[in-house]
């Protein structure tokens, strides 16, 4: 009878493993957004702060060393943005291969 209702074991390995497959997907599709996300809102910072630290008195068109500080500003930004993200997958790595004995 077990034909009947869908095969036995080898079909439940089957639907196990599909049902796996899909949340790897998922996963991935969840991060991905995360980053997208993350990019996002960094550039949204870099505008807001940048912005308002370099141009005093918005007109037409940026001055040279407008333009100057933004290019340090938002390259700062970006460093500093590496620079946490390196740190922060090195830390979820290192408590993954402990066995995420560590708390936060």
Same mark, same amino acid.
């Given at each position: &009878?077990?034909?009947?209702f869908g095969g036995g074991a080898a079909s439940s390995?089957?639907?196990s493993s599909d049902?796996?497959? !899909?949340?790897?997907? &998922?996963?991935?599709?969840?991060?991905q957004e995360l980053a997208v996300a993350?990019?996002?809102?960094?550039?949204?910072?870099i505008n807001e702060n940048c912005f308002e630290k370099c141009v005093k008195s918005p007109s037409a068109s940026l001055t040279?060393?407008?333009?100057?500080?933004?290019?340090?500003? &938002?390259?700062?930004?970006?460093s500093a943005f590496d620079q946490v993200? !390196?740190?922060?997958?090195? !830390?979820v790595s290192k408590e993954r291969a402990g066995g995420m004995g560590g708390g936060l």
């Amino acid at each position: &009878m077990s034909s009947f209702f869908g095969g036995g074991a080898a079909s439940s390995a089957g639907a196990s493993s599909d049902m796996n497959a !899909r949340k790897e997907q &998922m996963k991935q599709q969840i991060q991905q957004e995360l980053a997208v996300a993350n990019a996002q809102q960094l550039i949204t910072k870099i505008n807001e702060n940048c912005f308002e630290k370099c141009v005093k008195s918005p007109s037409a068109s940026l001055t040279s060393s407008e333009e100057q500080c933004l290019g340090r500003c &938002m390259n700062l930004y970006m460093s500093a943005f590496d620079q946490v993200s !390196r740190s922060y997958v090195a !830390r979820v790595s290192k408590e993954r291969a402990g066995g995420m004995g560590g708390g936060l």
